[in-house]
């Protein structure tokens, strides 16, 4: 993928111009810059940013731009990304298994703060990384609701085992911290008060005052039309709760959105290459590359169809069988997607909130994959 150095008004009046054979992603940066200010002004705390759901290099400098100072990072890779693009920013290494050459690169680049949910995983990181100045926030899970899926499948300790580690952090050393992730697209504000009430008594039970609560991701982005996130209801719920279940050892605050912060920013224009028997749909994308998450989260229904001419298909919404490009069979958009009756091939499909797990989860199975990003002053096609 590579960003066009071309900035066109809209979507349409560039597909309608170039009539492109491959899928597009259209990067609004007008956007983005507005989403980060409102988690800015809206969030009670530190909002740094989830280098995975989008690394693209336009979108980082963008955000820092806006005035976002911290970032997530997972692996060497992000770390390089950020310490190159955004020097000054915080960088919180907050993957909880690392490999002892990770660890010591993060070391090298200066990180202040990581994350665990094992004994093991917190003796390794007090065998590498000096104490002094280090937070270290013990990572805990609860069961999800409202979420699409549960991110506690891989990370989190019980509440037993956070509350034995918090106890450990502090008597190593470091600075005491918990964190959370509520779960992915998670549109229940009532899900982030059950873990802060929840990281609250374990603070208590370890005896140990926090500094600082990370209350995750998971921040939804707009992906169905009769479903807006609840964006402001969440803020107010998180800086309620928090008063509430610490009172006067209330911790400060960090949150870490990926998709909620960058989905709004990009549109992703597909091509229909064929409809058979006015039945199925193939389009020139699908499963492998920028739609890859759809199974995982469902569809997005933010859609619209327009001709190679920019046209406006408005026929009667029909539940249609999408296929993509690919020989393999599972490469299929789940369940029946609504599609205008009156489209045709050559038509280009046009999904909205598409900016986080697009650009990342491509892939060239089978020679297809070859995705353009250009940049738009607005999404309104």
Known sequence: MGLSKTI??????????????????????????????????????????????????????????????????????????????APSAAMHYNNPVRSREEILHAVRLGVKSYSVDSHSELEKLAELVPAEGV???????????????????????????????????????????????????????????????????IAENASVTIARLNVGGGFPGHRLNEVVPALTEIFAVIEQSTSEAFGENRPALVCEPGRGLVSESYAFAARVKAIRDEEHVFMNDGMYGALAELPLIGNIDRIEVRSPEGVIRNGEPVGRIVFGPTCDSVDRLPGDVMLPADMEEGDFVIFNGMGAYSTVTATRFNGFGQIGIETVCSLVA
């Open 135 to 201: 937070e270290i926030s013990v990572r805990f899970k609860l069961p999800v609701n409202g979420a699409a899926y549960n991110f506690g499948a891989k990370f989190g300790a019980t509440a037993e085992k956070a509350t034995e580690l918090l106890a450990r952090v502090a008597e190593l050393g470091f600075i005491p911290s918990l964190t959370f992730h509520p779960g992915t697209q998670c549109i229940d504000p009532m899900a982030w008060d059950s873990y802060i009430r929840m990281a609250a008594e």
């Open 8 to 85: 066109w008004a809209k979507p349409s009046d560039y597909l309608r111009h170039s009539k492109p054979q491959n899928p597009v992603l259209f990067f609004a940066p007008a956007i983005l810059q507005a989403t980060a200010r409102k988690f800015i002004e809206g969030f009670p705390g530190l909002v740094t940013y989830a280098v995975k759901s989008n690394p693209e290099e336009e979108v980082l400098s963008n955000l820092a731009t806006a005035g976002i100072r911290g970032f997530d990072v997972a692996s060497p890779f992000e770390m390089d990304l950020i310490a190159r693009i």
